[in-house]
């Protein structure tokens, strides 16, 4: 009998978290360095995770250097895994414009060249739809034209493993480069009091 609970309870406890995994959903942002668009959307509650990578070119499998060096096509990107029953993807939107200078259509503050340019990945129409809304809302806040594009979702792939979490594993390098890089500046200049819109605990 005890045995029987037992399995019971463990098909349960599997369901629930098969169930849970289920629901989770994902969405792809070009915003520049992928380590500072991890580091932002980490800090959003409902974020699940984040893995840096690249899209939207027709290399398959690129390299960091071949990204950075132009021809593939593809853009530094963040795929962002959530739950959509804390936090919605219209609230990620608005964390993405907020987080970046989407009026910048030659890259994103000091790293320049179309693979560090911005751009939303969207899955479907209705993503499509909501992107397209979102970006007219936030144009509504700034003063030059928002150049961002809203494009279909490409194939995704990760980058390798050290630039995975970056910010974690190597803090004072990070933040040196997004001081120098003056991300934080460039990105309060552009949205004054409704910078890191939707990321608590920016500082």
């Not at 609970?5 to 915003?31: D, N, R, V």
């Not at 911005?118 to 809302?137: D, G, P, Q």
Request: proline share 4%; charged share 20%.
């Amino acid at each position: 009998m005890k045995w029987t609970t037992l399995t019971i309870a463990l098909a349960l406890s599997f369901a629930a978290h098969t169930a849970s995994a289920q629901q989770l959903e994902k969405a792809i942002f070009a915003g520049g360095c992928f380590w500072c668009v991890e580091s932002d959307f980490d800090k959003v509650p409902g974020v699940v995770s984040t893995v840096s990578g690249y899209t939207g070119g027709k290399t398959e499998n690129p390299t960091y250097k071949q990204v950075t060096a132009g021809g593939t096509g593809h853009y530094e990107a963040v795929e962002i895994t959530y739950d959509p029953a804390k936090v919605s993807y219209e609230a990620l939107l608005t964390a993405f414009w907020h987080s970046v200078d989407p009026t910048d259509g030659g890259g994103q503050f000091c790293d320049r060249g179309q693979s560090y340019e911005t751009a939303v990945f969207a899955a479907n129409e209705k993503e499509r739809r909501l992107a397209e809304a979102s970006r007219k809302a936030a144009q509504k806040r700034v003063d030059n034209p928002i150049v961002t594009p809203i494009l279909a979702a490409a194939p995704f792939y990760a980058a390798e493993d050290y630039h995975q979490d970056y910010y974690k594993k190597n803090p004072l390098r990070y933040n040196y480069y997004r001081w120098g890089c003056g991300r934080n500046n460039r990105v309060k200049e552009v949205w004054g009091e409704h910078a890191y819109e939707g990321i608590p605990g920016h500082g």
